[in-house]
């Protein structure tokens, strides 16, 4: 390789930690077999590591005929990141480690959807989980919001209809606050990659991830990598029209996918048969009692979610199509209605190689999926990190 020294330095320093990530415990001499680097220039990058605190030695490994070979793990306990996800009634925040293990988190609902107190409520979050975290070298090395909204390649919320939210700058206010980089990303997309990366999705390459809450949200991995369109806005098909003379939906469309399939949808469509609101919650323990009326309007979400899923599948053929938030807990009613549209509905070629599973980090998607954006953003900065202290 020729070019910049200091940035293919840069780029080995980065292999090799994400070598000794990913596959520790290891040797140097076996991250040198393994990355193609001289065992000098191994030598020298993890002495860095090391002095970094983000590699450290355990002891000997077996011989294989020499001396017995010193073993490097990656330092998961050198700083904490803080993922959030905001829904349209609650926030889950949780606090990682830099190998994403929840070591805390918070949940707390809220009616009131105005901006500023729900800035109020999101601070406060991340405020009771700074408080309670360990101490660490590089302490809080970021913080992830994946928020049920359109989102530029700035950070920007630019629109986010279920909250009734126009250009908010969050990320900039959250920064003001905490003085630690702030990223901000569609909550399906942070879904989607929290699936690939710990979920359902490990070991799928194309795949589709239908955030089924009280919107709809798409996250696209494409060929291993999530795909985000020309300006970062891929995903919004839940306002994708699936009925042509339907009613109006919030974000100024008719007929929408959300108004047939989400969470939102079922609850509007249960409140004829009670005299109060009911949950999510209830109405799944009603389904279990046998509930006739809540066991049709479950079938009926059902279908409707198999709808769009067919129209998803058709266009894409993926491998793996994972659906999760909060209707993932209604997966025992759910999935029969699903796979029935696909196998009505689906063209042949698509329908023989796609797998149809549900959420396998159940509640926990989006916020660990952007906390592992917060881990990576903050390792990929190599010895910048310094300036996060």
Known sequence: MTGNPHLIKKINKSLVLDMVKS????????????????????????????????????????????????????????????????????ILGVLTDLQGNIVLEKQVMFHDKNYSSVLTRIKET??????????????????????????????????????GWKNIPLKQDIEATFHVPVMIDNEANAGAYGEKRSGAGKDFRNIIYVSAG?????GL???????RGTSGFSGESGHMTIEADGPPCRCGSIGCWELYASEKALLDGASPFFDNEVSLEELLQLAENNH?????????IGRYLGIGINNLINTFNPEQVIIG???????????????????????????????????KLSLYSTALGISFFVIEDFLKKGKKIEVFL
């Open 221 to 227: 991995i494409l060929n291993g990598e999530l795909y």
């Open 126 to 163: 991340i405020l009771y989980l700074t408080e309670r975290m360990p101490d660490s070298r590089y302490g809080l090395v970021g913080i992830g919001i994946g928020v049920p909204g359109i989102v530029d390649k700035e950070g920007e919320l630019l629109f986010a209809p279920n909250l």
């Open 325 to 359: 938030n909060r209707l993932s807990m209604a997966k025992k009613w759910l999935f029969p209605a699903i796979q029935q549209v696909i196998d009505k509905r689906t063209l042949p070629f698509h329908r023989a190689n796609v797998n149809i599973h549900f959420s």
């Open 214 to 218: 009280i919107g709809i949200g798409v």
């Open 292 to 300: 006739q009326d809540v066991l049709a309007l479950l079938e009926r």
């Open 23 to 90: 596959q520790g415990p290891l040797s140097r001499a076996d991250v040198a077999q393994r990355s193609g680097l001289n065992k000098g220039t191994v030598s020298s990058l993890v002495k860095e590591l090391m002095d970094e605190e983000l590699v450290y030695e355990i002891g000997q490994g077996e011989s294989s005929g020499g001396r017995r070979p010193v073993l490097l793990l990656f330092n998961e306990k050198a700083g904490y990141s803080i993922g959030i996800d905001l829904g349209v009634h609650y």
